[in-house]
Nanobody, 129 residues
Framework: QVQLVESGGGLVQAGGSLKLSCAAS?????????MGWFRQAPGKEREFVTA????????YYSDSVKGRFTISRDNAKNTMYLQMNSLKSEDTAVYYC?????????????????????WGQGTQVTVSS
């Protein structure tokens, strides 16, 4: 059973930066995990942020974060990262790490929450203005 744990959330001023991490455990030899980030603000639907293929060779971003956020992964450390720059107040949300067993690339299909098998507990990101 794959388990995901997010960390790195906190309070940051608008225009600042923050880096989130997602550590995966329970992996086995040649476990192909497409991974992504979602976020959810109180009273709102869970929103897709970005995703990265199992190999790290393909990335996909929502329009709202494109150019500001960067997703990456270090498979040797079983860890995924989300570098967030130029943060805005509307980025305030609980950020969730998610993963699915998939060997292919990422694209619009990666936005579908139903495709993800595993979820972290979330980490709070608050952007003050």
């Amino acid at each position: 059973q794959v388990q995901l744990v997010e960390s790195g959330g906190g309070l940051v001023q608008a225009g600042g930066s923050l880096k989130l991490s997602c550590a995966a455990s329970g992996l086995t030899f040649r476990t192909y995990l497409l991974m992504g980030w979602f976020r959810q603000a109180p009273g709102k639907e869970r929103e897709f942020v970005t995703a990265i293929s199992a190999s790290g060779g393909s990335t996909y971003y929502s329009d709202s974060v494109k150019g500001r956020f960067t997703i990456s992964r270090d498979n040797a450390k079983n860890t995924m990262y989300l570098q967030m720059n130029s943060l805005k107040s509307e980025d305030t949300a609980v950020y969730y790490c998610a993963a699915q067993l998939y060997v292919g690339g990422v694209g619009r299909w990666s936005e579908q929450t139903s495709r993800y098998n595993y979820w972290g507990q979330g980490t709070q990101v608050t952007v003050s203005s």
